[in-house]
């Protein structure tokens, strides 16, 4: 059965940046839209950013556009979410989520969901 890992978290300072991966097993990633979302510490889960699987199309929310990018390597079967300067805002916990395409029903679909994996923390602190 296939599954999500999500991985590259960490404790990071302000203004820096880190690159988190989704990476997929048992089955392949290509044609499905894959959204990261993240939850803050007494906050709802939030969809953060999500790539299509047959254009590669790209969206963010607002609270993140300029500093998240989202991008595929199907060569490693893997979803990767950059965040360039980092603020102490985004600290959560990152996970990825798959569904097909396109994106505005993927992540609406997704953000309902109940089972979730592990996920990576990200903590900005100074």
């Known amino acids: 059965q296939g599954q999500l890992v999500e991985s590259g978290g960490g404790l990071m300072q302000p203004g820096g940046w880190l690159r988190l991966s989704c990476a997929a097993s048992?089955?392949?990633?290509?044609?499905?839209?894959v959204g990261w979302f993240r939850q803050a510490p007494g906050k709802e889960r939030e969809g953060v950013s999500c790539?299509?699987?047959?254009?590669?199309?790209?969206t963010y929310a607002d609270s993140v556009k300029g500093r998240f990018t989202i991008s595929r390597d199907k060569t490693k079967n893997t979803v990767y979410l950059q965040i360039d300067s980092l603020k102490p805002e985004d600290t959560a916990v990152y996970y990825c989520?798959?569904?097909?395409?396109?994106?505005?029903?993927?992540?609406?679909?997704?953000?309902?969901?109940?089972?979730w994996g592990q996920g990576t923390q990200v903590t900005v602190s100074s």
């Open positions: 989520a798959n569904d097909w395409p396109p994106c505005i029903l993927a992540m609406s679909r997704l953000l309902v969901r109940d089972n």
């Open positions: 048992g089955f392949t990633l290509d044609y499905y839209a």
């Open positions: 790539i299509d699987g047959n254009d590669g199309v790209t």
